[in-house]
């Protein structure tokens, strides 16, 4: 029973923070063959990424694609107004990828109906490769002397 209880300790993971009130988290769920993740992004471009098993790595964003990004979110307000609709997935592939913002959750931006979630999946895949998500680990790209701080 003690072993048991010692294995349980070993694996669970702590849960992550808090996302601060200005961020927008994107939360990828992954699939049998990609692992998912969540990404907290801050108006200023600053984000954290956290993937299943591994430690929160820190990049940022083009500061372009923040301004976007926030302004789309701004536009689809309320986020769970968006509307959606279930759509055919990929046991091995298909993902659910939602976006929460100021108290509000997309439905699943990997099947959009409309042009609000059209466009914040296109924001999101934007900082994807600005942050070269599928990479394993990602490699986040800082600008040198770039040190990533707190949005004001």
């Not at 009130?21 to 990404?39: E, F, K, M, Q």
């Amino acid at each position: 029973m003690l072993a048991l209880a010692f294995f349980i300790a070993a694996v669970t993971v702590a849960p992550l923070p808090a996302a601060p009130p200005d961020a927008a988290v994107i939360v990828n769920s992954g699939s049998t063959n990609a692992r998912g993740y969540r990404i907290v992004v801050r108006p200023g471009g600053s984000a954290l990424v956290s993937r299943q098993a591994e430690v929160t790595t820190i990049g940022i964003v083009s500061r372009e694609t923040a301004t976007r990004f926030f302004a789309d979110l701004a536009a689809a307000a309320p986020l769970d107004a968006i509307g959606g609709a279930p759509c055919l997935k990929s046991a091995s592939f298909g993902v659910r990828i939602t976006v929460a913002w100021h108290g509000t959750q997309s439905p699943d931006l990997a099947c959009p109906t409309g042009p609000a979630g059209r466009t914040l999946l296109c924001d999101i895949g934007t900082i994807e490769r600005e942050l070269d998500i599928r990479r394993s680990p990602p490699r986040l790209h800082l600008k040198p002397g770039a040190v990533p701080t707190p949005s004001p």
